[in-house]
């Protein structure tokens, strides 16, 4: 009985060694054969692979010459780039009126104003045929609706004409009209601006669903209605796509509203049908108000003026004529500066105490007192409601009442005539006092009363609304881009011309194309002076000392000055370069009878294989006169330019700054180098070299890049065709040494009696080997180059 135990012991200590040792075993060996396995896999396919890739790959390889040294280059794999897209205009543009034979011969006229026959598409759809007239070859073709018996129309207070017009735009597309991008709706008294119309079109993606227009002046209009409706008096633009999804449903979609009132309310209801919300645009008028418009058009949205309706409901938008001499008055200013037509400026004759407003190409008020912009703004009430019993709470906009007292209404001066001076390249627009009350103003203030006239001067902008559009395509295989920040700062158009002196060894020539280019700035360093900070430059640059990049200061003179910098047209502009740079330089100045031989010389570092625009500023501001100063400039050790007399450039006035560029590449020292020194013509006891500033700015390679002759993407894209078979053999020759090694130590191992316990590890680093390698493979350095 007592040897029972011992049995029952020896057994489970056999047990305990099988669970010990037999199963741990078991696992090694069967993954070390799976990795024999595989790794003898990998040897024989990656073989098969590098040969097949050293022949695939001999179609890919070419040679560049960059700078005369032969490279292998392998060419980055993309498609061709797409052509750019021709910008949107009248051309792409397709109208349908609205239009009634009753009405036709005195409508008409609003249409001939802005129609364009010669440059415009478009149709005037009738309900019944009307007489050809004299004027037809001013107007767009006229067709005749079809009939919309079939379509039930049960709105008691409405037409059912609304079903006939609603149908314009899928009849116009219909017709099959090539080149179209969008299809714009009106009626026939409608006045359009068509350059500001296509300013807005132009800012959308024709290819995609647009629904483009404007609600009512009318807030009751608008909850009767929708706000999110397209009024169609005002007019309203459909792109292309979204005309052709509207017109296989229409139909069906007009038969499940039969009791709506208007045809903007069914063409409304299809687009909630097609998910497309409305794009509202401030410039397209409904106008659905009664009375003057002075209100209205004196402080016009910022937005370009798109249309006018209602022109037979409202007054004529000038007094003392009809409405079409009224609109051809209009004229007159759209066709100098459409862009800024009925534009708002508010302006203050603080001596005076007087607001004046002024809508460009309409009208000037003049109030006594000073108001805010804020106040000017809200349009003031000179008309009523659509709904005549609704107060000023009835407008879908803020309106500030139009005062009666003879002190606080404004003088109002209306457009007479607006000319283009060629020679100054200004606008001069004459308006002229409309009325003069005959009770006087017991203020003491001036009385506005006896200016009879008012001249406004202004240079025209046809670039006043256009948007800069910065646009990230992925590469052909890749699906990921990103962005940290944009920054758009206003510059002006000189900022970088079209040309520059390209010098290259002995040869200085014409550079074309420089403002096609891209461009990082490297250095950007006042000479002689303190740093300029963003605050003291319009375009928000920062402007480093010169002394860590001279070669050596010994014979250069500091100066500053004191006094007023006179910027000229066509030299450097503030926006080139602010005041704290001209007024300050390094020169050399002759002291006595002899002429310095030495040069000033800056040099800065940058990167070889790229081209670099070198900008160099000059303002004499230390010549005691005129006609003295004269050296030579030196860009990379080369002469750039003999003999340089600022006097001459500057139409010989002291202290006014302009500035040299030059392309030049960059060798093999990376360095690019400028001096300034006396030429042959230098004079003694005067200055005999000068420089202001110097701007070193990257341009981009022949690839289009600014990091590199390759974009990383394209040799990714080309590595797996060789050094990927390499790489996987040497992967799959390390797993099997790994799997030999595994083995010996195993064999080894088992010569060693084995305890099924092991000690408890007691240096234990607080980093796992795991969280380490992550915190190393989230360091990158990024590369943030300053914005031009």
């Known amino acids: 009985m007592k040897n029972k135990p011992k049995v029952e012991e020896n057994f489970l200590w056999d047990q305990n060694m099988k669970n010990h040792f037999t199963i741990p075993w078991a696992f090694p060996k069967l993954v070390v054969s799976s990795i024999l396995l595989i790794s003898i896999l990998c040897i024989f396919y990656t073989?098969?692979?590098?040969?097949?890739?050293?022949?695939?790959?001999?179609?890919?390889?070419?040679?560049?010459?960059?700078?005369?040294?032969?490279?292998?280059?392998?060419?980055?794999?993309?498609?061709?780039?797409?052509?750019?897209?021709?910008?949107?205009?009248?051309?792409?543009?397709?109208?349908?009126?609205?239009?009634?034979?009753?009405?036709?011969?005195?409508?008409?006229?609003?249409i001939k104003l802005w129609w364009k026959p010669q440059e415009m598409r478009g149709i005037v759809w009738l309900d019944k045929?009307?007489?050809?007239?004299?004027?037809?070859?001013?107007?767009?073709?006229?067709?005749?609706?079809?009939?919309?018996?079939?379509?039930?129309?049960?709105?008691?207070?409405?037409?059912?004409?609304?079903?006939?017009?609603?149908?314009?735009?899928?009849?116009?597309?219909?017709?099959?009209?090539?080149?179209?991008?969008?299809?714009?709706?009106?009626?026939?008294?409608?006045?359009?601006?068509?350059?500001?119309?296509?300013?807005?079109?132009?800012?959308?993606?024709?290819?995609?669903?647009?629904?483009?227009?404007?609600?009512?002046?009318?807030?009751?209009?608008?909850?009767?209605?929708s706000y999110g409706m397209a009024y169609g008096g005002g007019g309203f633009a459909i792109s292309y796509p979204l005309a052709k999804a509207l017109e296989k449903m229409q139909d069906r979609c007009i038969q499940r509203y039969p009791r709506l009132y208007g045809s903007d309310d069914r063409i409304h209801a299809c687009m909630a049908e097609l998910g497309v919300a409305l794009t509202k645009e401030r410039g397209f008028h409904q106008y659905d108000v009664y009375g003057s418009l002075l209100g209205l058009l004196g402080a016009h949205p910022v937005a370009p003026l798109v249309s006018i309706h209602h022109l037979d409901v409202v007054q004529p938008i000038f007094p003392n004529v009809n409405r079409v001499q009224a609109l051809q008055r209009l004229k007159v200013p759209i066709n100098l500066d459409s862009a800024a037509v009925m534009q708002q400026s508010v302006c203050y004759d603080k001596t005076r105490s007087w607001t004046i407003s002024v809508s460009w190409g309409y009208a000037v008020q003049i109030y006594r007192g000073i108001f805010s912009v804020r106040e000017m703004e809200m349009p003031a009430r000179t008309f009523l409601n659509w709904y005549r019993r609704a107060d000023y709470t009835g407008f879908s906009f803020n309106t500030r009442p139009f005062s009666r007292?003879?002190?606080?209404?404004?003088?109002?001066?209306?457009?007479?005539?607006?000319?283009?001076?060629?020679?100054?390249?200004?606008?001069?627009?004459?308006?002229?006092?409309?009325?003069?009350?005959?009770?006087?103003?017991?203020?003491?203030?001036?009385?506005?009363?006896?200016?009879?006239r008012v001249e406004v001067y202004k240079k025209p902008d046809p670039n006043l609304w256009d948007k800069l559009e910065i646009t990230f395509v992925p590469?052909?295989?890749?699906?990921?881009?990103?962005?940290?920040?944009?920054?758009?700062?206003?510059?002006?158009?000189?900022?970088?011309?079209?040309?520059?002196?390209?010098?290259?060894?002995?040869?200085?020539?014409?550079?074309?194309?420089?403002?096609?280019?891209?461009?990082?700035?490297?250095?950007r360093v006042t000479v002689g002076g303190a740093k300029v900070t963003p605050f003291n430059d319009t375009l928000w640059r920062t402007w480093v000392p010169d002394d860590e990049y001279m070669k050596s200061t010994e014979g250069s003179t500091r100066v500053y000055f004191a006094g007023r910098i006179k910027y000229q047209a066509g030299?450097?502009?503030?926006?080139?370069?602010?005041?704290?740079?001209?007024?300050?330089?390094?020169?050399?100045?002759?002291?006595?009878?002899?002429?310095?031989?030495?040069?000033?010389?800056?040099?800065?570092?940058?990167?070889?294989?790229?081209?670099?625009?070198?900008?160099?500023?000059?303002?004499d501001i230390a010549s005691i006169s005129l006609g003295l100063l004269f050296f030579n400039v030196h860009v990379n050790g080369h002469l750039a330019y003999k003999?340089?007399?600022?006097?001459?450039?500057?139409?010989?006035?002291?202290?006014?700054?302009?500035?040299?560029?030059?392309?030049?590449?960059?060798?093999?020292?990376?360095?690019?180098?400028?001096?300034?020194?006396?030429?042959?013509?230098?004079?003694?006891?005067?200055?005999?070299?000068?420089?202001?500033?110097?701007?070193?700015?990257?341009?981009?390679?022949?690839?289009?890049?600014?990091?590199?002759?390759?974009?990383?993407?394209?040799?990714?894209?080309?590595?797996?065709?060789?050094?990927?078979?390499?790489?996987?053999?040497?992967?799959?020759?390390?797993?099997?040494?790994?799997?030999?090694?595994?083995?010996?130590?195993?064999?080894?191992?088992?010569?060693?009696?084995?305890?099924?316990?092991?000690?408890?590890?007691?240096?234990?680093?607080?980093?796992?080997?795991?969280?380490?390698?992550?915190?190393?493979?989230?360091?990158?350095?990024?590369?943030?180059?300053?914005?031009?």
């Open 47 to 110: 073989l098969s692979f590098s040969n097949v890739s050293n022949s695939s790959n001999q179609e890919l390889k070419i040679i560049k010459t960059i700078h005369g040294i032969d490279q292998d280059v392998i060419p980055p794999v993309s498609s061709p780039k797409p052509k750019p897209q021709e910008k949107t205009g009248l051309q792409h543009i397709v109208f349908g009126i609205a239009a009634s034979a009753r009405l036709w011969d005195h409508r008409k006229n609003y």
């Open 129 to 225: 045929a009307v007489e050809n007239g004299d004027d037809d070859h001013l107007l767009p073709p006229i067709k005749i609706s079809r009939d919309t018996p079939e379509f039930k129309y049960r709105n008691p207070k409405g037409h059912r004409s609304a079903i006939r017009i609603s149908r314009i735009v899928s009849e116009t597309l219909r017709l099959g009209l090539e080149g179209v991008r969008w299809f714009v709706m009106g009626d026939d008294d409608t006045f359009f601006v068509p350059d500001n119309l296509v300013r807005v079109l132009s800012k959308y993606d024709h290819n995609q669903f647009y629904y483009i227009g404007s609600s009512s002046e009318s807030h009751l209009q608008n909850i009767n209605f």
């Open 405 to 452: 007292n003879v002190c606080q209404k404004p003088f109002v001066y209306y457009l007479s005539n607006a000319l283009h001076n060629k020679n100054t390249n200004q606008t001069a627009s004459e308006y002229v006092q409309h009325q003069v009350s005959s009770s006087e103003c017991k203020w003491r203030m001036a009385d506005p009363s006896r200016i009879e």
């Open 475 to 523: 590469a052909k295989r890749s699906k990921f881009a990103f962005v940290n920040a944009i920054e758009v700062i206003s510059a002006p158009q000189d900022l970088i011309l079209e040309t520059a002196q390209s010098v290259n060894g002995d040869k200085v020539k014409p550079f074309e194309g420089l403002n096609q280019q891209a461009f990082e700035v490297v250095h």
């Open 571 to 619: 030299g450097a502009s503030r926006e080139v370069g602010p005041d704290n740079v001209y007024n300050s330089a390094r020169l050399i100045q002759s002291k006595n009878a002899s002429i310095p031989n030495m040069n000033l010389t800056w040099e800065f570092p940058v990167i070889e294989g790229y081209k670099y625009l070198v900008r160099m500023h000059f303002c």
């Open 643 to 788: 003999d340089f007399d600022p006097s001459a450039v500057t139409n010989y006035l002291l202290a006014s700054p302009i500035y040299a560029d030059f392309v030049v590449d960059a060798d093999h020292s990376g360095v690019v180098s400028v001096s300034v020194g006396p030429s042959s013509n230098s004079m003694a006891y005067a200055v005999d070299a000068i420089l202001n500033g110097v701007e070193i700015m990257k341009m981009n390679n022949s690839v289009g890049s600014l990091d590199g002759e390759l974009p990383a993407e394209s040799v990714l894209k080309c590595w797996p065709r060789r050094s990927a078979g390499i790489l996987l053999s040497l992967i799959a020759l390390v797993c099997l040494l790994l799997s030999l090694s595994a083995i010996i130590h195993r064999r080894n191992t088992n010569k060693v009696d084995s305890v099924p316990w092991s000690k408890l590890p007691v240096d234990v680093p607080e980093i796992s080997p795991k969280q380490g390698k992550q915190q190393l493979s989230s360091i990158k350095i990024v590369k943030d180059p300053l914005a031009l």
